[in-house]
């Protein structure tokens, strides 16, 4: 036969302490295991697998990664660049745009010649500064296109200048008009090709239907 026995308070409060210093002890001599680390993933183990950049694309198919009009924005702000420099008839501020030996040609019999000195020449019989260059065109008509984008034209567009793959054709329509109390001072149209160099985006070749008076 069982017998109950019945423990005070005080003793309640002694066990408690006992079994919390053998506990203790318990756990000191048998620590828990360490948790295992957590996985390490190799980051070309997670990386995506994308398609290649396209300016532009058929999602229809899946995912597909347009590249960025950084580009285009560089192009554009290059030609202002080049109109800014021809306003303030700066020879140097125009050959900073310029890659290493760009030419300019002007049509059909007509050799290219180095840029800065087709500029000079124009600089000294026009005046660019006053009249000729205010607002020479309009953004907004500016086009810039890339080899690619010509070849889905199917030639409606014909250009003197073709760019190669990783440069742009900017064509200008310049807002000059013939008036008969004045010069000309740009041709109907002009057509820059741009192309990175190891100093950035620069004019490489141009072209211009453009006769000094």
């Known amino acids: 036969m069982r017998r109950r026995v019945s423990v005070g308070p005080g003793w309640k409060r002694a066990l408690g302490r006992v079994g919390v210093v053998g506990c203790g002890m318990a756990c000191a001599a048998n620590p828990a295991p360490p948790r295992p680390a957590p996985e390490s993933h190799s980051s070309t183990d997670s990386v995506a697998v994308w398609p290649a950049a396209t300016a532009q694309a058929d999602a229809s198919n899946g995912v597909v990664m347009l590249s960025s009009p950084r580009s285009r924005r560089a192009a554009r702000e290059l030609v202002r660049a080049f109109f800014e420099a021809v306003r303030r008839e700066s020879v140097s501020e125009l050959s900073a745009l310029l890659d290493e030996g760009a030419t300019i040609s002007s049509g059909p019999g007509s050799a290219p010649e180095p840029v800065p000195k087709v500029w000079a020449a124009r600089f000294k019989r026009l005046d660019y500064g006053l ?83």
């Open 131 to 213: 009249d000729g260059a205010k607002e020479p065109y309009r953004p907004d008509e500016l086009g810039v296109f890339t080899a690619e984008e010509l070849l889905q034209l199917d030639g409606t567009r014909r250009y003197e200048l073709a760019p190669a793959a990783g440069e742009l054709l900017a064509v200008v329509i310049p807002r000059d008009r013939p008036s008969p109390t004045g010069p000309r001072y740009f041709g109907r149209r002009i057509e820059l090709i741009l192309g990175p160099t190891p100093a950035g985006l620069r004019i490489l070749r141009m072209f211009e239907d453009f006769r000094l008076p």
